[in-house]
Each structure stands twice: as C-alpha cells, then as structure tokens.
C-alpha cells in the first residue's frame, strides 16, 4: 500500500513538475524579412519597438520615411504641391510648419536639415519605388501598405519624383504633371502639379 | 467493493464518468483562468481552443449519466445482496457520499449559470464544487488505487459480459436522454420579441430611453459574469429592441455603481509623464479603463459565444500568444459576427459605438505587438480617437499634446470629475514642447483626443448614446437593418445576439452562455 501511495503520489508531482516546467506561452517576436525599424538617430529597433522614425527596405536598399500624427514636418495629414525649384507649383499643400503654404521642395529641404535616421539626401520616390510598398493583405479598411512600419498613412495620392507626364482627361487642359500613387486605391497616376497629395520621402541606402 | 460493480452497464456508466468528469474538471478550469489568473499556472494541461461548447455538452452528459445511474440503483435495488447489519461508514463510503453532495451540486449550479439564473452565491458554489471533484478524483480513484491496487483497475475496466435486459434497456435509454439533451440544449435561447413601430415614431439617440415605444417593449434580462470589477463579477444587463422596417433600435441598460471615464489618464510624476495602468502593457487594462458594453450579432447561435471564444494563452499552433493568457475571438466557419463596442469616451462623445466585427483569424502583422486573431475593425472612410503620447512605454512617455492654459486641466485633478467628458478638445492644446511643460507633479491630464471628425463609413455604422445615472448605464443604440456591409450582419428574425459589459477593464468583460435571439413580430 505504501508502495502504491508513493507511485499515486509520483504522478501527481510529475503533473506538477510539468506544469512549472511549461508555464503558459508569451508572445514571440516576429521577424520581419523585409522591414527594418530605425530610430531618428539611425539605430535598428526590433519589430515592437518605437518609436522609429525610418524603415529600411532591406529588399531594395532604400530607407523610407515614416509619417507620425505628431505635427512635425513629417505628420501625415500635411499635403503638398509638387514643386522641384524650376517646375511645378509652389505652395499648393496643406501643412503647419511653413509660414507659407507647402510643396514637395519644402519637406525634402527641412528633413534633409534635420537629416532624420541620419539620412541628409532625402528625395521623392519613384513611382515604382512607390509602387513596392503597396500591400494587399492589410487589415480590413487600411491603406494599402503594411501599417505595422508605415502608419499614419492615407488612402489617398503620394507623390513619386517623376514630373513631365502628360496629363488625360479631366486633367488633360492642365497640361504635364507628376506620377502619383494611390494607397486607397494601387492606382498610379498623373497628377496636376497643383493637386495637393501626400508625401513620403526615400532615400537610396549608402 | 461491491460485487455488484463488474457489471457492464456499470462499467460503461462509470467509464464515461471517468472520462466526461475529466473533460468537465479540465475545460471548467481554463474557462475560470479567464476570471482567476492562478490557474493559468497550470495551463500547460488544460485543453486551449473552443473550449465551452466542449464544457457545456459533457456538462449536458454528465447530468444524463447521473440520472442512467440513478435509474440503474433504483431498478437493480432488488438485486444488490443485504447487508446483514448496517454498514458501517467507511472511508471509500464517506468519499463517494460526499462525491454525491459534490456533483449534485456542481451540476446544478451549473445548469443555472448555463441559464443566466446564478447569482453570485451559485456561480461561486460552481467554482468550489469543481475543486471539491479535484479532491474526490484523487481520494476516489487514488483511494482504491492505493486500497486495492490493480485489482480496482481491472474491476473498472474489465466487466462481465452479462448485460441484464434491464441494464440493456437503461443503456439505450441514457444514449436516447444524452441525444435529445444534446439536441435541447442547442436550441435553448432567451427569445426576445421585437416590436415594430411606425417609420413616424421618433426615437432619440440620447440613453433616455424616455419614448413610449420603450415603455411598451418586450425586455430580456440577462444575469452576466466574470466581469473584473464588477460586484462579484456580476451585472444584469436588460434588452429591449424595436424595428420600424428600415432601422433597429436597442435600448441596453446595467448595473454598474462606478462611472469610469479615466481611460488611461496621463500623470505627471518626478521622471515624467506617465499612463496610468496596471495591466495595460498585457491589453489587460482592470484598473484606469473606461466603462465598455459590446453587443455581439450573429446568425449562428450556439451557446457560449457563437463558437468564437478561443480560450488559452496559444489557442492557434501557427499564430501567436496572446499577451493575457485568456485567448482570442475569431471564428472558424468563415463566417463573420457583428459585434459593436460602445466606450463611455472614445465613442460615447462621437454619439457612435466602434462597429467592429469577428471573422476569420487575421494573418501576423511583425509590426503589430498585440494579434487580436479575429477581433478586427470595419473600415472607416475618415476619423479617429488617438492616444496623448508618440509611443507608449510603460514607464515614461511624451505626450502629443499639452493645454495652451494650466487651468484647463484644473477640474481633472478633483477626486469627483465625472461630470466632464475626458475627452482633450483639440484646439485647447499644443503640440509639445518640453520648454512648456511646467507641470507639477501629480497633474493628471486626459490622454484621449479626437484628432478630426468623428468615424465616417462603415465603421460608423452603429448610432449609441449612454447615459449613466445613479449606478446605472442606460445606453441607445441604432442600426439599420441591412447595411449591406460584408463586415455586418443583417437584423433579422432568428438572429443571435450576445452582450457583455466592462466595468473600467479592456478585456475582463461579463458573459453569458446562451443567446438572445430577436423574434420580429409578424415574421
């Protein structure tokens, strides 16, 4: 009878021993194969980590930045014209951080001041640059590109650096403009140089 | 033991006890770990996944077996050999007396938790009941283990082969009481009648519920548990529902003695500005939370929750753990659930509940820390509540904004600040700038903000309006009857719905297992 209590009693502190053993699971980091976080100072952060400032595209060399709700000049509800110092229209964007209206010419001077994630030649994308963020399996309602590195982005035009496009139809009285990119839609497409659309700055990985 | 005991009926009843009282015993305690923490030290063997249908039909069992049992003593009575003298209470017979008190009363708390008719006493007895199983498995089955030694093993797993017309009759007799069981229970709903009301008869969005179209509807009480701060976890939650063709319209109210629209307040401490939590950082936010209430819609109706509440730290092998070690809300038929969550200061103040719903498990975003499974948001076109700080860590933050004047947080730090929204007015604050940030330590300041409009689209869907009175939230909602919105359900005759409250918690909400199913007069 001993020897029976002594094996009842085994079991139960085996039981045990397994449950301390294997104490419920917590989450793990994923890895992300494509997204790198950065922070203002250029430092890589983990998947979970913030706040970032930049995304590097470990794919295509690039790093991105990242727009904020913060009313920085990186805020992303500011909206610009597209302006490049010869061509295109000056101060046709909506933003806080100009005394004057805002254009494209205007983010890429004031974040190459600030020379954000360390990066001091900041640039408007291409449009297929542009085009290398959309995503399609985002969350029901998003904007097409993944929110979890790039929120605070909108369902609405980004600007690529590709001026002199013909524009069509309703536009086409307007003349040339600039490729834009939709992130509600995935369309790309010319704009007028005084649409006011978003932002989102690259530069090419040194 | 008695030697009536290898008999095959007796043998196939005590062997699905064995087995029914184990599942019972182990999905019981996974479901307690969602409101006592403590058994999550022990998940590692408790079952994970769609655990309460599994409780309810070997709870459902269980009763039939106890009474193919009891049927089984009554008919053999005759058979049993007599003592010649009384027998004298020995230990095996002591523990299965109490064996008898212990299940008796597990199951009959149970079924009346399983109707919503446990007060607090019962679902505690409940709860008590089953650890008193846990002490009868081990002094029951480990008792004749160390008495008899294998010989009590044989006797349970080996019987004669003698199956008496009566035992016979008894066993397909349990197997008939255990399928129409079975098959009741999956219709069992709290049925509730909708009236219709002319398309003339306004109805004001505004929690006063003082039109008379209220005073005439059918009303469903529903006694839920196992919400964190609530008395004993409790609170009644009362429904009423009226449709004018077009639009329905909800009148929920339930007990609730504190108002708590500190959501996540801001504190200035000697390091800095800091959230005020204690569970946030897991999402399991019991203490500085709003007061919540969620309604769930759906077109299936099974007990416990329509088959979306997914128990356990790791419920899906191929995704993630979630951060509380309660579970996940997702579906598996593919099919969604509408589920609308009024929040007494991010939506309250937009005179809109979130129109969210539960489909399919979403995939793994690595950006995201927290995986919500199936919980996800409809699209909006436009319009947002945000938080007051850049990025959340739970010790220091820096907050977005500050008030352009000190006096502005001065009615925040009184004890009593219910009678304001918590809502920071936008245009009342700056952004900040750490030269202005001369607060003194221990200034509390509100932490959510409308940065725009309200929500726009599809995640607008569901009008609400709470008001709350001397312990009492007294909320109204709106929705039409077809959006026409893949992410809603369509109200409709037949259709399920489900509501929990949360009391100053982000997870911890109140429950119950069966549905209320609407009834539209005149379909």
New interface residues.
């Given amino acids: 009878?001993i020897f029976?209590?002594t094996l009842?009693l085994a079991i139960?502190s085996a039981?045990y021993a397994?449950?301390v053993?294997?104490?419920?699971?917590?989450?793990?980091?994923?890895?992300?194969e494509r997204?790198q976080?950065l922070t203002a100072k250029g430092q890589p952060l983990a998947?979970?980590a913030?706040?970032w400032a930049c995304v590097l595209d470990k794919k295509n060399g690039l790093i991105w930045e990242v727009k904020?709700?913060?009313?920085?000049i990186h805020d992303g509800y500011w909206s610009y014209s597209w302006f490049d110092g010869r061509a295109g229209q000056a101060n046709l964007g909506d933003c806080y951080f100009e005394s004057e209206r805002c254009d494209t010419l205007d983010l890429i001077r004031r974040a190459n001041q600030e020379a954000q994630c360390g990066v001091s030649n900041w640039r408007l994308p291409s449009a297929e640059e542009l085009q290398s963020l959309l995503y399609y399996?985002g969350?029901?309602?998003?904007a097409l590109i993944?929110?979890?590195?790039f929120p605070h982005t909108k369902?609405g035009d980004y600007w690529s650096g590709q001026a002199q496009q013909p524009l069509t139809s309703s536009f086409r009285h307007l003349g040339y403009g600039a490729l834009a990119v939709n992130f509600g839609t995935g369309e790309t497409l010319a704009l007028p140089y005084r649409n006011a659309a978003f932002v989102r700055l690259v530069s090419q990985l040194d | 033991m008695s030697i009536y005991k290898g008999n095959l009926f007796w043998v196939l009843l005590h062997l699905g006890a064995i087995v029914i009282v184990v599942i019972n015993l182990l999905t019981g305690l996974r479901i307690a770990s969602v409101s006592r923490p403590l058994w999550q030290s022990i998940s590692a063997i408790l079952p994970q996944g769609l655990i309460h249908p599994l409780h309810f039909t070997s709870g459902i069992l269980l009763i039939v077996l106890v009474i193919g049992y009891i049927g089984w003593r009554l008919l053999t009575r005759g058979q049993r050999p007599k003592p010649v003298k009384p027998q004298a209470l020995n230990f095996h017979r002591l523990v299965i007396r109490s064996g008898y008190l212990i299940f008796f009363g597990a199951m009959l708390s149970g079924l009346l938790a399983y109707f919503s008719l446990a007060p607090a006493l019962v679902v505690a007895v409940h709860y008590y009941c089953a650890l008193g199983i846990i002490c009868y498995l081990l002094l029951h089955g480990g008792g004749y283990f160390v008495h008899y030694g294998m010989a009590a093993i044989k006797r349970i797993l080996w019987p004669s082969r003698q199956l008496s017309p009566v035992s016979l009759g008894l066993l397909l007799l349990t197997f008939l009481l255990a399928g129409l069981g079975l098959q009741l229970s999956g219709k069992a709903a709290h049925v509730l009648l909708v009236a219709k009301v002319p398309l003339s008869q306004l109805i004001h969005i505004d929690g006063k519920a003082d039109e008379a179209v209220w005073r005439q509807a059918e009303t469903v009480d529903v006694l839920t548990q196992g919400g964190a701060n609530f008395d004993n976890g409790q609170t009644r939650i009362r429904v009423q529902v009226v449709e004018n063709g077009i639009e329905a319209f909800f009148h929920i109210s339930w007990d609730d003695p504190t108002k708590s629209l500190k959501h996540l307040p801001l504190l200035k401490t000697q390091s800095g500005w800091q959230v005020e939590q204690q569970g946030f950082y897991n999402f399991d936010e019991t203490r500085y939370y709003e007061d919540k209430l969620a309604v769930m819609v759906s077109n299936q109706c099974q007990a416990g929750g329509a088959g979306t509440v997914h128990l356990g730290p790791k419920p899906l092998a191929d995704k993630p753990a979630n951060w509380h070690g309660k579970g996940y809300h997702y579906s598996q038929d593919g099919a969604i659930r509408d589920l609308w969550h009024w929040k007494a200061v991010r939506t309250n103040n937009m005179i809109l509940a979130d129109d969210n719903y539960i489909g399919p498990p979403d995939k793994v975003r690595p950006g995201s820390r927290r995986y919500s499974a199936g919980y996800l948001q409809d699209g909006k076109e436009s319009g947002a509540y945000v938080m007051n700080w850049r990025w959340y860590k739970p010790d220091v933050i820096t907050p977005k904004r500050l008030p352009k004047s000190p006096e502005l947080l001065t009615p925040y730090q009184q004890d009593n600040s219910d009678g304001l929204s918590w809502v920071i007015p936008w245009f009342d604050y700056q952004p900040y700038q750490a030269e202005h940030d001369n607060y003194p330590v221990g200034t509390r300041m509100p932490s959510v903000m409308y940065r725009s409009n309200r929500f726009e689209g599809d995640r607008a869907d569901v009008r609400a309006f709470a008001r709350w009175h001397q312990g009492r939230w007294s909320l109204e909602l709106s929705r039409k009857l077809d959006t026409g919105s893949e992410y809603d359900v369509p109200l409709r005759h037949g259709v399920c719905l489900w509501v929990s409250a949360f009391d100053q918690s982000q997870v911890a909400h109140t429950r119950h297992a069966l549905p209320i199913q609407l009834e539209f007069s005149g379909a």
């Fill in positions: 009878m029976r209590f009842l139960c039981v397994y449950t053993r294997y104490p419920h699971e917590r989450p793990g980091v994923p890895v992300s997204w976080k998947p979970w913030g706040p904020t709700d913060n009313e920085s399996q969350k029901t309602g998003d993944d929110k979890g590195f369902h």
